[in-house]
């Protein structure tokens, strides 16, 4: 929360309205209900203009503000009404669980613990099945300590005396339009796609564009050359996608989709090279010592220190991929369910 430098008052009626939003239960009448909030602040904020014969100044509306009450206070107020936690008290109720069930007890489980347990069993089913389980009383468990929490907090005063305090001045800024993903950005990815595939038809041939100096000793292990070709298909969909996106800027959902198309097929390309490793076992799976160089203490410690970088590269990758993944899921179901959303008010409205 900071102060804005803006000295328009309708603005931080703006900003004001921007807060309530963030209270507010999604559903289809949000909309609705911040278009009559705003309507009566402005229409107060005119009365009162009229009333002294000449523009309010930012701290005028600040009081206005102030007596219509908190965001936090307006948004549960025009929500549902509540039992075990108060109007009050819900919409953060609710925020902090979403985030910590959500974005953080899930993805925990499933990137971290998950993989530690599927690692440590020979019974993949097991591993699974006892991460679910896990999940699910970690879930429950979390759960009922936050609703025990607000349900305290909800019967002591302090809350009610908190929410009087609040400064209009320091209500958030007002947040920029979402904007999308230029044409000219896309192109320029798309080019760069373009060279980097034709680097990897090059690599084969020309070991120094992959490794530098160190081709004259280094060259790809064995393994590689199962996964080089699919690799490839990998790097073929990313330009795919891209030029679609170029050729087809009204299809707002594909570059969602695809993104989230192209975050799966590579964390199974690395499930696979993961297995692979697993299997064979080699203490230098990924790169060895060249035919013509004789092996010696130096080379086989650089070979060493290289191959252990690849493998933790790969780790990184594995789970940066995989937060990845999860996070641009979400957003495709919060885009399906807003087209959806939007759709069936049009229909409703085109009915009426």
Not at 9 to 23: G, I, K, N, S
Not at 281 to 310: C, M, Q, R, W
């Amino acid at each position: 929360m900071s102060k804005s430098s803006s000295r328009n008052p309708m603005e931080l009626v703006d900003r004001y309205l921007q807060a309530v939003r963030f209270w507010l239960p999604k559903s289809r009448n949000q909309d609705d209900l911040i278009a009559e909030l705003g309507e009566d602040l402005r229409s107060q904020i005119e009365e009162k203009e009229n009333e002294l014969g000449r523009p309010l100044d930012q701290g005028e509306v600040g009081e206005i503000l102030k007596r219509c009450g908190s965001p936090m206070v307006v948004g549960s107020r025009l929500g549902p009404s509540r039992s075990l936690i108060g109007p009050v008290l819900y919409p953060t109720y609710l925020f902090v669980l979403k985030m910590v069930l959500f974005w953080i007890m899930v993805p925990v489980f499933i990137f971290i613990l998950g993989p530690i347990n599927v690692a440590n069993s020979s019974d993949w089913g097991t591993a699974i099945a006892s991460t679910i389980g896990q999940l699910w009383s970690g879930l429950f468990i979390s759960a009922g300590i936050i609703t025990l929490v607000f349900a305290i907090v909800e019967r002591t005063q302090a809350v009610t005396s908190a929410a009087c305090k609040w400064d209009p001045d320091k209500l958030p800024p007002l947040e920029k339009p979402e904007r999308k993903t230029s044409l000219a950005h896309t192109a320029s990815e798309l080019i760069f796609n373009v060279f980097g595939f034709v680097w990897l038809l090059l690599v084969p041939h020309h070991l120094w564009m992959l490794l530098g100096p160190a081709a004259s000793f280094l060259k790809p292990a064995p393994m590689w050359h199962s996964f080089y070709v699919p690799v490839l298909l990998l790097a073929v969909w990313a330009i795919a996608r891209l030029a679609i996106i170029v050729a087809k800027p009204q299809w707002n959902w594909f570059p969602l989709a695809s993104q989230l198309l192209q975050s799966v097929l590579t964390l199974v390309l690395l499930k696979f090279v993961f297995n692979t490793l697993h299997a064979h076992g080699n203490a230098f799976p990924f790169l060895t010592l060249a035919d013509s160089v004789t092996e010696s203490a130096k080379y086989v410690k650089i070979l060493a220190i290289v191959n252990v970088s690849i493998m933790i590269s790969l780790a990184c990758t594995w789970f940066g991929v995989g937060i990845g993944t999860a996070v641009q899921t979400w957003q495709l179901l919060k885009l399906v369910r807003r087209q959806v959303t939007g759709g069936s008010v049009a229909v409703s409205s085109h009915v009426l």
